[in-house]
């Protein structure tokens, strides 16, 4: 168990370090979220409209309203305070990833894996066991641009990759 948390460790900071570099050097996510026109003009009509100052989803038109048939759509996950750089989210950010790298080394080690490629395999399998439940559901239900989650796969294909190449480095028996 000792080994398994260290690995962990390294594991999640090392998948936390690449979506840093991901969305922070690398073009790919720019490149996936577009801007407003209008951002101001934009932020005035959002605030104007929602329901209370807590952030929340807000989805356009209604849902269930059946007036999905003409005009634009829009899934928003709006924060009406906004948003800035926060150590605080990095530090989350940071314990989610060493969470999941430990959770699939115990996936890993309940399904008796010993060897190094097939803990790798199991890794990037999971991984897109991962991208079937999240990002593909987000396609076909909100319209998700396919360049955005074709991202969004990448980003979940490598923490995947990354962290089974460390746990199956460092949990080898």
Same mark, same amino acid.
């Given at each position: ?37 209008? /951002? ?5 009509? #959002? ?5 209370? =100052? ?10 269930? +309203? ?15 305070? =906004?948003?800035?750089?926060? !150590? ?17 080394? #115990? #996936?890993?080690? =309940?399904?008796?894996?010993? /060897?190094?490629? +097939?803990?790798?395999?199991? +890794? ?16 076909? !239900?909100? =319209? ?10 990448? /980003? #979940?294909?490598?923490? +995947? ?13």
């Amino acid at each position: 168990m000792n080994k398994l948390i260290k690995a962990s460790l390294l594991a999640g900071f090392l998948a936390h370090l690449w979506i840093t570099v991901s969305w922070m050097a690398l073009p790919l996510h720019k490149a996936t979220v577009h801007k407003f026109n209008d /951002d101001p003009q934009i932020q005035l009509a #959002l605030l104007k409209e929602i329901n209370s =100052g807590e952030p929340g989803i807000y989805a356009l038109p209604e849902m269930h +309203s059946g007036k999905h048939k003409s005009g634009p759509s829009a899934f928003i996950a709006l924060t009406p305070k =906004g948003q800035t750089f926060s !150590w605080k989210k990095i530090a989350v950010d940071l314990v989610q990833k060493i969470l999941s790298a430990f959770l699939l080394g #115990l #996936l890993m080690l =309940g399904a008796g894996l010993t /060897d190094f490629k +097939s803990k790798v395999k199991f +890794s990037v399998l999971a991984g897109i066991f991962v991208i079937t439940l999240s990002i593909i559901p987000n396609i076909v !239900w909100w =319209g998700f641009a396919i360049d955005y989650a074709a991202v969004e796969a990448v /980003d #979940l294909l490598m923490v +995947s990759l990354i962290s089974g190449l460390v746990l199956a480095k460092f949990t080898e028996n």
